[in-house]
């Protein structure tokens, strides 16, 4: 596709409900990552994949929170147990994945509510 | 842990006039730095970037200033124009290698009045 995209674009869930995001990042990026943004608060990385490379948890918030990525595309971020601090926008990033610099091209994001 | 600060949470300047964002950072192990913009239901889209061995960075209508020994950068946006409108996120990264996760700031939102 042209861009990354994302999916669904809003979500409301209750409180204790699993929930899965989904990505697709831009054809033929071989690095994908995914951040949230909370009310008033910046972009906060949580996962990162590299082609078929174990990913970079390190910034996952709890073991309630996972992510996979099949066949090096399509991203699923996995939050069980949803919690009202949960609440926020996920947003999915990809990049070229070759070594250097690069930019990282955003989805539009979902938005995620908890009550 | 806050490693990348922008403490003006909003901005309003006049079409035509010069905007300037300012960001500063805590972690000297910073040596990418990014801006990206993003409006309402939108995701961030990049606008522009600076390496820690330059100290500007020119693109069209915007410049980024890097100022290491302060651990301060700024986005001037000149002329500015009423599609400027938007939230402007800093962002860094550690390491010259393909893949680390960018920090972020937590945005300025910038209104151009016409």
């Known amino acids: 596709g042209a861009g990354v995209s994302q999916s669904p674009s809003n979500k409301v869930t209750e409180k204790g409900k699993d929930v899965e995001l989904r990505c697709d990042p831009i054809s033929g990026h071989t690095a994908l990552y995914w951040y949230r943004q909370s009310l008033g608060q910046g972009l906060e990385f949580l996962i990162y994949?590299?082609?078929?490379?174990?990913?970079?948890k390190s910034g996952l918030p709890s073991d309630r929170f996972s992510a996979e990525r099949t066949g090096g595309s399509v991203s699923t971020l996995t939050i069980q147990r949803t919690q009202q601090e949960d609440s926020a926008v996920y947003l999915c990033?990809?990049?070229?994945?070759?070594?250097?610099?690069?930019?990282?091209?955003f989805g539009p994001g979902t938005r995620l509510l908890v009550l | 842990d806050q490693q990348v600060k922008q403490n003006s949470p909003s901005l309003s300047v006049q079409e035509g006039r010069i905007s300037i964002l300012n960001c500063d950072y805590t972690?000297?192990?910073?040596?990418?730095f990014l801006w990206y913009k993003k409006y309402p239901a939108e995701g961030p889209t990049f606008l522009i970037s600076?390496?820690?061995?330059?100290d500007k960075n020119e693109d069209g209508r915007f410049t980024v200033f890097l100022n290491k020994s302060a651990k301060h950068l700024s986005l001037h946006i000149v002329p500015s124009q009423p599609g400027d409108s938007a939230v402007y996120f800093c962002a860094a990264r550690e390491g010259d290698i393909s893949g680390y996760a960018l920090n972020f700031g937590k945005g300025t939102s910038l209104l151009v009045t016409p």
């Open positions: 990033a990809s990049s070229l994945g070759l070594a250097g610099r690069e930019t990282q091209y």
């Open positions: 972690n000297s192990m910073f040596d990418y």
């Open positions: 994949f590299q082609g078929n490379s174990a990913p970079d």
């Open positions: 600076i390496s820690s061995i330059k």
